[in-house]
């Protein structure tokens, strides 16, 4: 049966690129993915010259690109900046055709529940834009799940009619922010999904996503500072991971499980820990294979 191979976000070990990408190989790694917003990694600073030793240093260790990360950290539900941001974001398009993936992982913000929202009808104009781009050359930007529940995205997702517009599933988001199920979630969204974070956290309390991603201007005083989850190492959270990966491997997904691991104080060892966990899950999972 299929074994999903396993990338790391490159940001995660926290050092340098190419100690980063070194390190990813020496794990066993087979592909990493890498922010592309801002500086030596961002499309304006990285010319075709550069681009191709980028690739070269890559595929040199026995890598690929799983995906680059577009996000600008701002969503797409501001209509007035949204110009300025749709650009960038194809821009990042274009540095992803060529470091050869045609993933690139975004935030759009939250979105609404309720389609008559004003922002929600901004929001769908930016993807229309964006899917437009990516279809035109391939490619997906993979929109992080999280901000909403999995049913949402779905909706917001149908309503595209382009799976230029995808989804980035990452199950530890999903649980932390709005405690829903990663498992079902793999099923809800199980046509857009191109790519995936290995992350895990623990929700610790319910509350409005608006305010946990700062869509709200300003938070009100008191739903400042509230801890509502916490990240924590792989297979020691709340996402049922034999259970979503088989899940993935059900409704065929062939894509990667890149790890990403945002705080701790040892990144390294807890990216080390991640990756023998999936390769363990997987190895024990029924109809899953391993490779020593």
């Known amino acids: 049966m299929f074994e999903f191979p396993i ?27 890498m922010y592309a917003t801002a500086g030596e990694n961002s499309p304006e600073n990285l010319n075709a010259q550069a681009r191709r030793e980028l690739l070269k240093e890559v595929k040199d260790s026995g890598l690929v690109f799983s995906a680059l990360c577009g996000d600008l950290g701002r969503g797409f539900g501001n209509k007035e900046l949204n110009p300025e941001l749709i650009e960038k974001s194809k821009r990042i398009v274009d540095l992803a055709k060529d470091l050869e993936t045609d993933i690139v992982t975004t935030h759009i913000g939250v979105v609404p529940a309720d389609p008559n929202h004003e922002r929600y009808q901004i929001m769908q104009e930016a993807c229309f834009e964006l899917a437009s781009y990516a279809d035109t050359v391939g490619a997906h930007f993979a929109i992080e799940t999280g901000p909403e529940k999995a049913e949402t995205l779905k909706i917001f997702l149908d309503s595209l009619h382009s799976t230029g517009v995808a989804v980035n599933l990452d199950p530890a988001n999903l649980k932390m922010v709005t405690n829903d199920d ?8 199980q046509k857009y999904i191109v790519h995936t974070h290995a992350k895990d956290g623990n929700h610790l309390l319910a509350g409005n996503p608006e305010y946990i991603y700062g869509v709200v201007h300003p938070v009100p005083v008191e739903f400042q500072g509230v801890r509502y989850f916490e990240e924590v190492a792989l297979g020691t959270g709340s996402v049922d991971f034999p259970n979503y990966l088989k899940a993935l491997e059900e409704i065929g997904y062939r894509g990667f ?17 991640a ?3 999936l390769k363990k899950t997987m190895k024990e999972n029924e109809g899953f294979r391993t490779e020593d």
């Not at 990663?182 to 969204?189: E, G, I, K, S």
């Open 7 to 33: 990338g790391v976000i490159l940001e995660s070990f926290r050092t340098d690129r190419s100690s980063a990408i070194r390190m990813a190989a020496q794990l066993g790694a087979k592909g990493i993915q």
């Open 182 to 189: 990663p498992v079902q979630a793999v099923y809800t969204l």
């Open 257 to 273: 499980l890149t790890i990403e691991r945002e705080v701790g104080e040892d990144p390294a060892a807890d990216i080390a820990t």
């Open 275 to 277: 990756y023998r966990f």
